[in-house]
């Protein structure tokens, strides 16, 4: 299926590792121009060598704090001075420290805002006036599918990141019908973080082989497998096609079916 994506320009955030990544790389591969950020530069540098394999766009890297309103809006500039504009904006981020309620502190939950929302609000607000010229204007966050069935240990996730479906509703009345916004809620798929999970679950000998622990996490999977970070970027890199054109405050869960809600 060809998407129409070639030639235009993509801001995706997070993406040195991850779905981040995999949504940066799917849109790559389509032939846009990708700019990806994160704060480690040495995981940035490496990771766009790893999308401009697949790329048959451009592919930039800059490095960034998104807990940071100046390093955003250097951000979206540097992309609209390499590229001449924006088209598309993916936002990513990683995710807030577990725990239970009792156990999470304020400022816990004042960080996991400004890391998770704030970042979206303050990206958005900068990305805007490149989008709405744009004739393809689209926005797509990645949340979790915690927004719509809560995850246990999870509170900051669970309560933090509903206020991005929120705002995904709200802007995409608001902004239309210059740009589109969307919501993805990824499920378990098999990234460098739960692999990191599965091993050290091997290590603690609750599971015999790493297949044996990513097949506990298949377990309430109606698809029976967990997810591949590919497949969740070709997701990503619809929703900002020609193809998706008449898709707009939408919550989409990649999850294999486990969402019951």
């Known amino acids: 299926m060809k998407l129409g994506l070639v030639g235009d320009t993509a801001l995706v955030t997070a993406a040195s590792s991850g779905l981040g990544k995999a949504s940066a790389t799917a849109l790559a591969s389509e032939g846009a121009n990708v700019v990806i950020c994160s704060r480690?530069?040495?995981?940035l540098d490496a990771a766009a060598e790893d999308i401009r394999e697949e790329a048959t766009g451009d592919v930039v890297a800059v490095p960034a704090?998104?807990?940071?309103?100046?390093?955003?809006?250097?951000?979206?500039?540097a992309t609209v001075d390499e590229f001449g504009g924006l088209d598309h904006l993916v936002t990513s981020a990683g995710g807030p420290p577990s725990g239970p309620f009792l156990e999470t502190a304020e400022r816990d939950w004042y960080e996991a805002y400004d890391l998770l929302v704030m970042s979206v609000v303050r990206t958005l607000t900068a990305a805007h006036p490149h989008l709405e010229e744009s004739e393809k204007g689209t926005v797509t966050c990645v949340t979790s599918t915690s927004v719509e069935e809560p995850i246990e240990g999870l509170v900051l996730s669970n309560a933090v990141r509903r206020g991005v479906v929120g705002l995904v509703k709200t802007v995409a009345r608001e902004l239309a019908p210059d740009i589109r916004a969307n919501v993805v809620m990824p499920g378990a798929h098999e990234t460098p973080r739960i692999s990191e999970l599965?091993?050290?679950?091997?290590?603690?000998?609750?599971?015999?082989?790493?297949?044996?622990?990513?097949?506990?996490?298949a377990d309430p999977i109606p698809?029976?497998?967990?997810?591949?970070?590919?497949?969740?970027?070709?997701?990503v890199a619809f929703l900002a096609s020609d193809r998706a054109s008449f898709v707009t405050g939408a919550s989409l869960p990649v999850d294999g079916g486990r969402l019951r809600s």
């Open 40 to 43: 480690s530069e040495s995981n």
């Open 65 to 77: 704090d998104l807990t940071d309103p100046d390093d955003i809006q250097a951000l979206v500039d």
């Open 198 to 217: 599965v091993e050290a679950a091997v290590e603690r000998g609750e599971y015999d082989t790493y297949d044996q622990g990513l097949e506990a996490w």
């Open 223 to 235: 698809l029976g497998r967990v997810g591949q970070p590919e497949e969740f970027g070709d997701v």
